[in-house]
């Protein structure tokens, strides 16, 4: 596991990937970028599956970024080349840009060129290189750090002047639309929209939003992520089941969202749904749904009153939910949660969208080797990959460097 760093390391570390960045730029095609740009991924401390019930999330950004060097085109052409992919530019005229069309990483800055002209916006073409410290399939947002930094990228090139709530809900459109990933908005509003030191507080139907202090270093505090290394692909179905158990739910209850549905309703509408369903996974998603928002508004009032230790048994509680009525977890997930609670942890869950990805782990700072060195055991008795650990450090979303 990584140890603590230092301000000044990061933004060491921050410059010298904006020199390797804007360099790659110059290798690929022969001229300098007109600007560098930065966009994180994310960890959610809370609020799973929530955002496309139109719920609550509280997600943070990771120190972990998309870095893009960009420069403007007059030919109507986007040229994508990323260092971590091996071979040639990638190369689209702006004008057969159509959703389905492109596959691979590719589809994510291609979809958000295209949204923007479907807003309709004047966007030109652009050269584009990036590179990426955000894991991919870890279920920490890449995807979403993709496409906000090509997002605001854009936006800068062309005066756009687009809000970052509007960026996000762009960015969305390109994930749903043209990627084809039915995803909520909290990726792309938490790539776009946090700030340093804080968690974000986000009602995902209006998008109002709160910046709320979390500054676990000043509690004797620490965030792990447990990268499981287990790759998981939303789209290929099983996160569109989910949804469409929920929307069913919905309808089921004679509500526009599953987020309609208060905590002291819940028990009534289950009564309604066995009655009129009668389906077992419809039935845990809305119990998942409903109870997460509650985990929600219990966390942000234990973060108001300075008693952050107790979120722990939230976060676990969170995870029993997505465990057992979302079922969106897996044996590497379980075995994170389990052996870091048995080895002294606060609270633990699994994080992002599930079947694999990453798993939070709230520790004592003086159990955090500890409890890392019992989950990297754990993993290598199950005969598992060895897994990733790093620290949360709530960073800060898009900006240009």
Same mark, same amino acid.
């Given at each position: 596991m990584s140890p603590n760093v230092s301000d000044q390391?990061?933004?060491?570390?921050?410059?010298?990937?904006?020199?390797?960045?804007?360099?790659?730029?110059?290798?690929?095609?022969?001229?300098?970028?007109?600007?560098?740009?930065?966009?994180?991924?994310?960890?959610?401390?809370?609020?799973?599956?929530?955002?496309?019930?139109?719920?609550?999330?509280?997600?943070?950004?990771?120190?972990?970024?998309?870095?893009?060097?960009?420069?403007?085109?007059?030919?109507g052409i986007v040229r994508l080349h990323s260092g971590d992919v091996p071979g040639a530019a990638y190369q689209v005229p702006l004008d057969a840009l159509t959703p389905g069309r492109d596959g691979g990483w590719a589809a994510y800055p291609s979809g958000v060129a295209w949204a923007l002209r479907e807003a309709p916006l004047p966007v030109g073409g652009a050269d584009i290189h990036l590179a990426s410290t955000v894991p991919t399939g870890a279920g920490l947002s890449s995807s979403a750090a993709l496409e906000v930094a090509t997002g605001a990228a854009l936006s800068e090139l062309y005066g756009l002047g687009l809000s970052r709530e509007l960026l996000a809900r762009l960015c969305q459109q390109a994930e749903n639309d043209f990627v084809g990933?039915?995803?909520?908005?909290?990726?792309?509003?938490?790539?776009?929209?946090?700030?340093?030191?804080?968690?974000?507080?986000?009602?995902?139907?209006?998008?109002?939003?709160?910046?709320?202090?979390?500054?676990?270093?000043?509690?004797?505090?620490?965030?792990?992520?447990?990268?499981t290394r287990v790759k998981h692909t939303l789209a290929d179905g099983a996160y569109a089941?989910?949804?469409?158990a929920c929307e069913a739910g919905a309808a089921a209850l004679g509500v526009p969202a599953l987020r309609d549905v208060s905590h002291e309703e819940l028990d009534a509408a289950l009564a309604r749904l066995d009655e009129s369903l009668d389906d077992p996974e419809v039935r845990?998603? %809305?119990?998942?749904?409903? #109870? *997460?928002?509650?985990?929600?508004?219990? +966390?942000? !009032?234990?973060?108001? /009153? $300075?008693?952050?230790?107790?979120?722990?048994?939230?976060?676990?509680?969170?995870?029993?939910?997505?465990?057992?009525?979302?079922?969106?977890?897996?044996?590497?997930?379980?075995?994170?949660?389990?052996?870091?609670?048995?080895?002294?942890?606060?609270?633990?869950?699994?994080?992002?969208?599930?079947?694999?990805?990453?798993?939070?782990?709230? %520790?004592?700072?003086?159990? #955090? *080797?500890?409890?890392?060195?019992?989950? +990297?055991? !754990?993993?290598?008795? /199950? $005969?598992?990959?060895?897994?990733?650990?790093?620290?949360?450090?709530?960073?800060?979303?898009?900006?240009?460097?």
């Open positions: 390391t990061r933004q060491d570390a921050a410059e010298g990937a904006r020199e390797d960045v804007r360099e790659g730029f110059k290798a690929v095609y022969g001229r300098t970028p007109d600007g560098v740009w930065a966009a994180p991924g994310r960890v959610n401390l809370i609020g799973e599956h929530t955002d496309y019930n139109d719920g609550f999330v509280m997600p943070l950004a990771l120190p972990h970024t998309v870095h893009l060097a960009a420069a403007r085109r007059d030919d990933m039915p995803c909520g908005i909290m990726d792309q509003m938490a790539s776009a929209c946090c700030t340093e030191g804080h968690v974000l507080h986000l009602d995902t139907r209006d998008l109002a939003q709160r910046q709320v202090p979390f500054d676990l270093a000043a509690e004797g505090l620490r965030m792990l992520v447990v990268d089941g989910r949804r469409r845990g998603c %809305v119990r998942h749904v409903v #109870t *997460e928002n509650r985990r929600v508004e219990e +966390t942000i !009032a234990l973060l108001d /009153a $300075g008693r952050t230790r107790e979120v722990g048994p939230v976060l676990s509680a969170g995870h029993a939910s997505l465990r057992d009525d979302f079922r969106v977890s897996c044996r590497e997930l379980d075995l994170v949660v389990d052996t870091a609670l048995s080895t002294g942890a606060l609270g633990a869950r699994m994080t992002g969208g599930g079947f694999g990805g990453s798993a939070l782990v709230l %520790v004592e700072e003086s159990d #955090t *080797e500890k409890v890392g060195a019992a989950v +990297t055991s !754990a993993f290598a008795s /199950a $005969g598992h990959l060895a897994p990733h650990l790093f620290e949360a450090v709530p960073s800060a979303g898009v900006r240009r460097l």
